[in-house]
């Protein structure tokens, strides 16, 4: 069956770029839509964006001007780029999939195990 | 962009009923499918209903969901409550731009 996996540094510095990999198995990247999510520690889930394999992406507005999401299907890989991070950003994140059918969105069916990333000098 | 708004934590015996809401603060409920995730201390969310009210496959019918236009509400009815259920229920929706919000979740303890 189809298994993300989240990968990355767990360690990033303030003010630089938070760079994660979701690796997608067992089935195609291509035939779904991706999205990203974050959860700080004690706190709820924050939606960071969705990916379509086409390339394009959309993003929560409070982030869109640091946030980048990049697909790699060769690869079967999804990719999340966060710029000039705080503190604030200290969370697990996590790659999910996104259900789709008929022009309507209704959730994320598959998560993976997320990965935590901490900001500190 | 608006707001689900839940109650922080909710509480109950073994075999009873639980019912969380989920209140959009602009906007209809209806104008976009709620979804409702159960969370374990330490794992990640799974999903349990979508759509409003579709359990997942494998989710036990304990588990319902629904919405009500008349208070822009959703909620998640969790019956026959077991020591399992325990855990952190959020729910999500879209906004018109199809940009997810989560709510800020509930605790549900069985006691």
């Known amino acids: 069956q189809v298994q993300l996996q989240e990968s990355g540094p767990g360690l990033v510095k303030p003010s630089e770029t938070l760079s994660l990999t979701c690796t997608v198995s067992?089935?195609?990247?291509?035939?779904?839509?991706w999205s990203w999510s974050r959860q700080p520690a004690g706190k709820g889930l924050e939606w960071l964006g969705r990916?379509?394999?086409?390339?394009?992406?959309i993003y929560n507005s409070s982030l869109e001007s640091r946030v980048t999401m990049s697909v790699d299907a060769s690869k079967n890989q999804l990719s999340l780029r966060l710029t000039s991070v705080t503190a604030a950003d200290t969370a697990v994140y996590y790659c999910?999939?996104?259900?789709?059918?008929?022009?309507?969105?209704?959730?994320?069916?598959?998560w993976g195990q997320g990965t935590t990333v901490t900001v500190s000098s | 962009n608006f707001m689900l708004t839940q109650p922080h934590s909710v509480s109950e015996s073994p075999g009873k009923t639980v019912t969380i809401s989920c209140t959009r603060s602009?906007?209809?409920?209806?104008?976009?499918?709620v979804q409702w995730y159960q969370q374990r201390p330490g794992s990640a969310p799974t999903i349990v209903i979508y759509?409003?009210?579709?359990?997942l496959s494998g989710v036990p019918d304990r588990f319902s969901g629904s919405v009500d236009s008349s208070s822009n509400s959703a909620s998640l009815t969790i019956s026959g409550l077991k020591t399992d259920d325990e855990a952190d229920y959020y729910c999500?929706?879209?906004?018109?731009?199809?940009?997810?919000?989560f709510g800020g979740g509930t605790k549900v303890t069985v006691l």
């Open positions: 067992g089935g195609s990247i291509s035939r779904y839509y």
């Open positions: 759509k409003d009210k579709i359990r």
């Open positions: 990916l379509y394999t086409s390339g394009r992406a």
């Open positions: 999500q929706s879209y906004d018109s731009d199809t940009r997810g919000v």
């Open positions: 999910a999939r996104e259900m789709f059918d008929s022009g309507w969105y209704y959730g994320m069916d598959l």
């Open positions: 602009s906007g209809s409920i209806g104008s976009n499918y």
